[in-house]
């Protein structure tokens, strides 16, 4: 039985793990966080912490599992460069799993969008649109950046100078390497994520729509339950569900 942190106890994630945990066998959720709380005293007491909060915690939260040598799961998103070296750097010292989404069903997408793009990356134009609520403040999501490092890793381009953040005016036409990247924001929508390849007369489009935050809770409950028994080291959801 190993001993959970949930941080962010309040938010939409930290609530959803705490009620997903109370269904798990192997892991008690025996310490929350929120803002105000010293995290260091909130972690003494566990094994693992889960993070669903803002990359304004994130540097607390590293020093403090190093300092007590324990493993984390990551699944807060919008971390500047500079924090995600961070991440890469702790991780040379305890396990992490650092995942933009933890369900299973995106990380099919992932694994599509891979497949896909071998294919039609060379011709087809690629767009990457997100949908989530109201209430989102990073963008792009998390997993929309992912899915855009994969199209520029099959496809060779550049995240940083390929991706083109909406448009606005008069943009020229489309540039054959530009991947263009759109972020909706409305009501209480969980998650949306479509991938497109364009092409003249025919158009592939890949989605997947999240409609419970249950299923984000439970990647990351089964994700807890890995890293415990896993080497010092930098892992995501597909090496937790054993898709490398
Ligand atoms: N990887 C994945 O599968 C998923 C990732 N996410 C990501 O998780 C994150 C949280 O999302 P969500 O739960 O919707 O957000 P919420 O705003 O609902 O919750 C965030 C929580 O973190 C707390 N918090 C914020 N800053 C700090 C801080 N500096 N110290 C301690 N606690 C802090 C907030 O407290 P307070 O309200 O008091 O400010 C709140 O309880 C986002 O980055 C989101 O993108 C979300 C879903 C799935
Ligand atoms: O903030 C959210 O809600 C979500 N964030 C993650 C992201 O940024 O990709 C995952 C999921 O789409 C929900």
Not at 45 to 54: E, M, Q, S, Y
Not at 140 to 147: D, K, M, N
Not at 181 to 210: F, I, S
Request: aromatic letters at 4%.
């Amino acid at each position: 039985m190993a001993n959970l942190l949930v941080t962010g106890q309040s938010g939409r994630m930290g609530q959803a793990v705490i009620r997903c945990a109370q269904d798990e066998a192997e892991l008690t959720t025996t310490a929350t966080h929120d803002v105000g709380q010293d995290l260091g005293e909130s972690f003494s007491g566990a094994d693992v912490a889960i993070d669903f909060t803002l990359p304004s915690l994130t540097d607390e939260l590293l020093r403090v599992a190093l300092e007590q040598k324990k493993p984390l799961v990551i699944g807060t998103t919008g971390h500047s460069d500079a924090q995600r070296a961070l991440i890469a750097e702790a991780a040379k010292q305890i396990p992490i799993v650092w995942a933009p989404n933890f369900s299973v069903g995106v990380n099919t997408l992932f694994w599509l969008t891979q497949k896909a793009t071998q294919v039609l990356g060379d011709d087809f134009d690629m767009e990457v649109v997100e949908m989530h609520h109201r209430h989102k403040r990073d963008a792009p999501s998390g997993t929309a950046r992912r899915l855009v490092e994969i199209l520029c890793e099959e496809a060779d381009r550049d995240y940083d100078t390929d991706c083109r953040h909406g448009r606005e005016g008069d943009t020229g036409a489309r540039t054959k390497k530009e991947i263009g990247v759109h972020a909706l924001r409305g009501g209480d929508v969980v998650g949306d994520h479509t991938v497109v390849y364009a092409n003249d007369g025919e158009r592939v489009e890949l989605t997947h729509k999240a409609s419970s935050r249950d299923t984000f809770a439970k990647g990351a409950l089964r994700a807890a339950r890995w890293v415990v028994d896993q080497p010092v080291g930098l892992y995501d959801m597909q090496d937790v569900l054993g898709l490398r």
